[in-house]
């Protein structure tokens, strides 16, 4: 005679683990979300508001020199 194996029910998506995953990245979040400053989105920044940011210095006449360019 087979004797029954008894039934496993089924798995709760919202399990102890699963609880502490999401507890763990939902505070992970907040505080990123708390740390990430004040930017303005109206306020260009800083690059922006000088133009393109290319700049032809010294350094970069010296490598278009040698690269022959």
Known sequence: MKTKQPEI?????????????LAGLGTTLSLATALGGTANASEPAADAREGSGYRE?????????LAKF
Request: hydrophobic share 20%.
């Open 57 to 65: 210095s010294e350094h970069v006449k010296r490598y278009y020199e």
């Open 9 to 21: 029910p089924p798995k709760d998506p919202l399990d102890r683990r699963g609880f502490l995953k």
